[in-house]
């Protein structure tokens, strides 16, 4: 089963795209209603927490689909490409926030891209992990799983590696 097939994975969509909506039209309703320099009264700080809100849900949607992928090799995927997104984000707006201190000349990075820029992470990270540390497709990885397919010595040494236990954890005599 490809990782989009997986029913785990149409839940998620499920859950993120209208999230995704939210966020974005709370952001254009603020742009809206909001302008700038207002005073920090009951309706931006309402305003501001709208978008908050669609970030949670978010964070949300992503714990859901951890909890529920019952697979542990999409599972560990999906924590990977976690990691990707945030050592891009951490590293991205660190940077950002130095030359903003030292170069006046940096335009302002508004926080509420942090998170846009961490989804964008995301999708580096599914792409860097595309290939994947086994080097083989993900039908060869239910074929091994399945038992309908015995893995050479090198590719055994491989997962093992990979999930950072014995060969003798993952396979044994049958």
Known sequence: MRAKDHPAMRRYV???????FAYVASIALATFIVVDNAPANGLTIG???LPGLAVLG??????????????EYLRML??????????????????????????????NMPVFFVFPMWCLGLAIGQIALR???????????NAIETGKY?????LA???????????????MRD
Do not use: C, H, N
């Open 47 to 49: 305003m501001a927490l």
């Open 150 to 154: 015995d893995p050479s010595l090198p």
């Open 131 to 141: 290939p994947v540390a086994l080097g083989i497709s993900r039908q060869s990885v």
């Open 58 to 71: 978010w964070l949300w949607a992503m714990a859901r689909l951890l909890v529920e992928l019952d697979d």
């Open 157 to 171: 040494f491989r997962i093992a590696d990979l999930f950072g236990v014995p060969i003798e954890a993952i396979f």
């Open 14 to 20: 499920r859950r993120f795209v209208p999230i995704t």
């Open 78 to 107: 999906e924590v990977r490409k976690m990691l990707v997104a945030t050592g891009l984000t951490l590293a991205i707006t660190s940077v950002w926030g130095i030359l903003e201190l030292y170069s006046p000349e940096i335009p």
